[in-house]
């Protein structure tokens, strides 16, 4: 019995209900999005008078480890979705979630707890990042959808945001910040930042797992009872395989690169403590109003990234805030500290003017765009490890930027933000020249796009696997795989008397996936 087999006996979806499913999948990316709204609790007085954080370089730590917990999931865990499902995944990692939470709120005075607590989340966040957008492209049918449905993960990050945001700036009104002691100030975030984890766990019992994951994992078991070494995926293979997985997974780690080199979270992690020294009465007010053009720019990406190629919007978003970066630094440089030594309250203004038009380019752009090319541009077999090395990049940047923006910002200022000027222009030069543009695609389509003219061992093997790609393209609902094979058996009695090969692999599948 057949993998296709299987999938023909099976209910359609709907489009609504696959956008629906896109749409719980998409939630777990609220769990990164609120640790991002949550950063400035990480200055409050009470947090850094209960740890003894007292130098820059320990606030830098304790802000950034959660990106190497995000790069060493986001590598190693996410593997576990090509044999156990990107459901189960997504279920463990926001489990671990979960347990990260809890310890950072275990009463305790070392900031080592913290830390702790923070690169356990991390593992989570770098886990469902690599299997969520991968396992949103193998739940919708037509791949002009594709795009879009992507987004989805990205505008939950911004959601998170917001609601990270929102909380803050709550816990900050409610209690007094000259309020050393009072450890509500940081816990309270921390502890909502937990509900997410909880949403995400319930709204995927209503999402089945990826009809691509069942017929690979047949094709896997078929595999090894022909040659067990041939069924590995290895990452020798992310590196050398056929059509230039190589120079693909490149492209993914210079996207992934770029898109936290531009500045982004400099924004993001720190932007209460850059805006506090322009003299505004409420800086934690200005984050939740750059979370929300975050918001609308990633509602307006959401709509481009339907109608424009991907190249295209990448490629604009690059140079409008190259641009922004250009006049935010300049006058932070040169303009905002006028010659009595005071503060220009209207410079500073127009920073926070530019400010939010770098986060409108990001949010329409490098955010939303970013995730939507990385995942379409491996080959299913591959995806999970060549997404994980990719996502590393990203969150290995992250990590050293946030990790040094505090020290490096308090010896140059506003002059730091030319350091992602360059990126951007290195940016565009990358993205015209060697960026492909992937809208409409399947996977088939885009190997073919990195397929040599001589290659004509591929090409062969194209002809033989273009079946096997339009059915995964097959809208069909897999809502309980056991139950799958016990109705397609029950129309096969004969095969399963003749005991053949095939009826052996199926019942090993059922089996382990039971």
Request: some cysteine.
């Amino acid at each position: 019995m057949s993998t296709d087999s299987i999938t023909k006996n099976i209910p359609r979806l709907s489009t609504k209900r696959e956008f629906i499913n896109c749409l719980l999948i998409a939630t777990v990316g609220c769990t990164f999005g609120q640790d991002m709204g949550i950063a400035p609790t990480y200055q409050f007085p009470s947090f850094k008078a209960n740890f003894k954080v007292n130098n820059t370089w320990i606030n830098g730590i304790i802000v950034s480890i959660f990106n190497i917990g995000c790069a060493i999931g986001g590598v190693l865990l996410s593997k576990i979705s090509d044999y156990k499902g990107r459901k189960f995944t997504i279920w463990l990692a926001v489990s671990i979630f979960l347990l990260g939470g809890m310890i950072q709120l275990i009463p305790s005075t070392h900031y080592g707890q913290i830390i702790a607590g923070r690169f356990i989340s991390g593992l989570s966040v770098g886990t469902t990042a690599v299997v969520a957008p991968g396992f949103i492209t193998e739940s919708i049918t037509d791949v002009k959808h594709r795009g879009t449905v992507v987004v989805f993960y990205q505008f939950c990050v911004v959601i998170g945001i917001i609601y990270g945001n929102i909380v803050t700036l709550i816990t900050s009104r409610a209690y007094p910040l000259d309020d050393n002691f009072n450890n509500n100030q940081w816990r309270i975030p921390i502890g909502f930042g937990m509900i997410w984890g909880l949403i995400v766990i319930v709204g995927l019992i209503f999402v089945p797992e990826s009809q691509s994951y069942y017929k690979h994992k047949e094709e896997r078991l078929l595999m090894q009872r022909e040659n067990k070494n041939e069924s590995k995926i290895t990452w020798t293979e992310c590196f050398t395989g056929k059509p230039r997985l190589g120079f693909r997974l490149l492209l993914g780690c210079l996207l992934m690169f770029f898109q936290q080199a531009s500045g982004i979270n400099y924004f993001f992690y720190y932007g209460s403590l850059l805006f506090s020294s322009v003299g505004l009465n409420d800086s934690y007010v200005t984050s939740l109003i750059f979370s929300l053009v975050n918001f609308f720019g990633t509602i307006i990406g959401v709509y481009c990234v339907g109608k424009a190629g991907r190249k295209t919007i990448f490629l604009w978003g690059c140079i409008g805030g190259c641009i922004a970066m250009i006049i935010y630094s300049s006058l932070g440089s040169f303009a905002l500290t006028q010659s009595d030594g005071t503060i220009s309250k209207s410079v500073g203004g127009c920073m926070i003017a530019f400010t939010c038009l770098f986060i409108i380019f990001f949010a329409i752009s490098l955010g939303p765009i970013t995730f939507v090319l990385v995942s379409e541009l491996y080959p299913i077999r591959t995806k999970s490890l060549s997404m994980g090395i990719a996502t590393n990049c990203n969150w290995l940047t992250n990590f050293f930027i946030t990790l040094l923006t505090p020290t490096i910002t308090a010896k140059i200022g506003y002059k730091y933000g030319y350091v992602f000027v360059a990126c951007l222009g290195a940016a565009i030069f990358f993205t015209y020249f060697f960026v492909p543009e992937t809208r409409g695609l399947t996977s088939n389509e885009i190997d073919m796009i990195f397929v040599g003219k001589n290659d004509s061992s591929y090409y062969e093997q194209e002809g033989d696997d273009e079946d096997d790609d339009k059915s995964l393209m097959d809208p069909v609902l897999i809502t309980n795989i056991s139950s799958a094979l016990k109705y397609d058996s029950s129309n096969n009695e004969s095969l399963e008397k003749q005991k053949s090969p095939s009826t052996e692999i199926d019942a090993i599948s059922n089996n382990n996936l039971a």
